[in-house]
């Protein structure tokens, strides 16, 4: 990948919370310091006008990558460079503000991401305004409109408030706002996860279509698989705070090499194969409060060994991935099952 | 073989400020013993409501208008409340979709297994106990004895699940309405809770009506498939049929519109507007704006039940092409 494509580059990100009793409770208890490991020195770069997602499951860390690349959330240690800057330096609101325009979020729930008390007209264009893009009058109104069309709502919406739409149409305003500052990157935090399928097809539809037209990157935050095949170029598998298995979004699904990758894939309710026997992935995931020695997964990986209890593997390239696994370094991964590669064959190309 | 659970015509109204709306509009289903049902629909079909209406839970101002319950061969909406309350504790049982919201904050588990069994069976408080760690075994928790000592927000949220699954199967029940049992856990641990779900339906016999959104959990787990839009029954029939070849051009639309792991599209089907509000119903065929194949009589019409195959379906295009076949 050449320098200049990228738009985003992550390196060494770490995000650690205190979640410690009050230091008095401490000294009184003896009680220790408790560090939540959010994330661990993840380590990604996103290419200008693709899609980037990030899976995993509950508590693995990607809600607190997409906040800290939104600048919502400092980092721990590492760093957030966007456009060629760090944005994770940046000292004061001002300073961000020329990042901030090109770089916009949308969030989960529709319901809690939209003043309640605004019409859709100002919640459309307060982006414009905080970026002194334009000034109120005729063309801002022209403006909203055009986004609102844009989304396939109607302009004479923007005198509604948010409780007289739906949660599908509610995501399109919320996608109009992130477009009103002419962004170059979009981070969507599970943008469908609160959706019908019919409507989450719309609107998958729709960031899809925006892509084409107005050339956008996006990072896709998502725990649906269905939903990051069908979206996403490239793909990070997180467990735990770390980054397991990253690449190619056709290969990774395809050709899973992680056994964590490979046992979520399996566990994917398929709708089209009914009654499917589905291998089960065991345990639950550890607390990231004390995450366990060497490779994380290895209380739940059918292939651990002495090593992974007690090293943590590095990334290491398999064609266009990166995977960090020991059992994949040292070549003691068992052959895809005839199932697994059933799901690789008919054309993954995009 | 007769039916376990019957549910013949249910109405369901809810009084608004001027007028009455209709959330349930006369449907009928069957469930067999040791049979899962899955219903399933979008967010507003009436899925949930449905549920309710069995477990006799329907609240103001929602009530039943119409429409016959029965389970076990005896009439069950018309009971009154101690006979219901008896009934919902020993025979149906309920799981909900947000463990914490159904277990008690400040008992531990094992108070309140033994509570329950001891309010509905004839059980002394050591036997109770024993049998509140076995079944806390049977649901896959580990260290069952030490965990009866466990309040719910010591456990994760698939441990809390376990422990919903023990409470409900505790009485031995002979039907379990578990509305979205799945939604709030993540995928792997969603298979494990659908396999056990399973796996006690097979040993026991006990029927299951499963209320979800996700046809991913109903390829999964269910016998047969209930599909519904806009407060009615569209489709019924045996799973496998029906995501084979759904017959209704609604749940087709449902399924294309779902993604494909394995074969990407450049774009998904969409099914065009959004289902119609219970304040705005729709005349003939609910889901007739939307369809694709609508004839003139579906916006006059509604559609009745018809047979296709081992499944029934409520459209116009079934009765058609049955005809032109004769």
Redesign the interface.
């Known amino acids: 990948m050449a320098a200049n494509d990228t738009i985003l580059s992550v390196d060494r990100l770490t995000v650690r919370f205190d979640a410690s009793a009050p230091l008095l409770k401490r000294l009184v208890t003896g009680a220790g310091r408790r560090i939540v490991h959010a994330v661990e020195e993840v380590d990604f770069e996103v290419a200008r006008g693709s899609t980037f997602a990030l899976v995993g499951?509950?508590g693995c860390g990607k809600s607190t990558i997409a906040r800290t690349i939104a600048g919502i959330q400092p980092p721990t240690a590492g760093s957030v460079s966007f456009m060629g800057v760090d944005i994770a330096g940046f000292r004061t609101r001002h300073a961000a503000m020329p990042y901030r325009r090109n770089l916009q979020m949308i969030f989960q729930d529709p319901y809690a991401s939209l003043n309640p008390r605004w019409r859709i007209g100002r919640i459309v264009a307060e982006p414009i305004l905080t970026h002194a893009l334009m000034t109120p009058g005729a063309a801002l109104k022209a403006r909203v409109a055009e986004l609102l069309e844009t989304v396939g709502l109607s302009p004479g919406d923007a005198g509604k408030f948010p409780h007289q739409f739906?949660?599908?149409q509610r995501q399109r305003i919320s996608i109009a706002r992130a477009l009103a500052s002419n962004p170059a990157f979009i981070v969507c935090d599970e943008p469908t996860s609160a959706l019908?399928?019919?409507?989450?097809?719309?609107i998958?539809?729709l960031m899809?279509k925006l892509q084409r037209e107005l050339g956008l990157t996006y990072l896709l935050i998502s725990?649906n698989?269905?939903?990051v095949?069908?979206m996403a170029d490239r793909l990070g598998v997180m467990y735990l705070g770390r980054l397991v298995e990253q690449g190619d979004a056709?290969q990774i699904?395809g050709r899973p090499l992680h056994p964590y990758t490979r046992?979520?894939?399996d566990?994917?309710?398929?709708?089209?194969?009914?009654?499917?026997a589905?291998p089960?992935?065991?345990g639950?995931?550890p607390s990231p409060l004390a995450p366990p020695a060497g490779c994380a997964f290895h209380p739940r990986c059918p292939l651990a060994d002495a090593r992974c209890a007690r090293e943590r593997p590095q990334p290491v390239r398999v064609g266009a991935a990166l995977v960090a696994c020991h059992a994949v370094e040292e070549r003691r991964l068992p052959a895809l099952t005839s199932e697994q590669e059933c799901?690789?064959?008919?054309?993954?190309?995009? | 073989m007769t039916a376990l659970l019957s549910v013949q015509g249910l109405r369901v109204e809810i009084a608004a400020r001027h007028r009455v709306l209709t959330a349930i509009d006369d449907v009928s289903f069957d469930i067999a013993e040791g049979e899962i049902l899955g219903v399933v629909g979008e967010s507003g079909a009436g899925k949930s409501v449905t549920g309710t209406a069995v477990l006799g839970l329907l609240e103001r101002p929602a009530y039943q208008a119409g429409g016959r319950i029965i389970f076990a061969g005896r009439r069950i909406d018309t009971l009154d409340e101690d006979a219901m309350r008896t009934l919902r504790s020993r025979q149906i049982a309920a799981v909900f979709q947000d463990p914490l919201t159904s277990l008690d904050p400040l008992m531990t588990i094992g108070d309140q297994l033994v509570e329950t069994m001891q309010t509905h069976l004839d059980l002394a408080r050591a036997a109770a106990l024993a049998r509140a760690e076995q079944l806390l075994a049977e649901v896959g928790i580990p260290a069952p004895r030490e965990r009866l000592q466990s309040y719910p927000h010591e456990m994760s949220g698939g441990m809390r699940q376990r422990v919903v699954l023990a409470l409900a199967f505790c009485c031995e029940p002979r039907l379990i309405i578990a509305d979205e049992p799945t939604t709030a856990l993540d995928v792997s641990i969603q298979a494990q809770i659908l396999d056990l779900l399973r796996r006690m339906c097979r040993e026991r016999g006990t029927a299951v009506m499963l209320v979800t959104h996700d046809m991913g959990v109903i390829a999964e787990a269910s016998d047969r498939v209930a599909v519904m839009y806009a407060g009615r029954l569209v489709e019924i029939g045996p799973t496998r049929d029906l995501i084979a070849a759904a017959a209704h051009p609604y749940t087709r639309g449902l399924m294309a519109s779902i993604p494909d792991m394995h074969r990407r599209a450049a774009e998904l089907t969409q099914i065009p507007g959004s289902m119609p509000r219970p304040d705005a119903p729709v005349p003939g065929c609910a889901f007739h704006p939307r369809c694709p194949q609508a004839l003139a009589r579906c916006a006059t019409d509604r559609p009745a039940m018809l047979p296709q195959g081992a499944s029934q379906v409520a459209c116009w295009l079934v009765d058609a092409a049955s005809r032109s076949a004769a």
């Not at chain 1, 566990?267 to 499917?276: I, L, M, Q, W």
């Open positions: 499951e509950s739906s949660g599908g019908d399928v019919s409507v989450q097809a719309q998958l539809n899809k725990h698989l269905a939903v095949a069908h056709a699904l046992l979520l894939l566990t994917v309710p398929d709708p089209r194969a009914p009654g499917r589905r089960r992935l065991s639950e995931v799901l690789s064959s008919p054309g993954d190309a995009a």
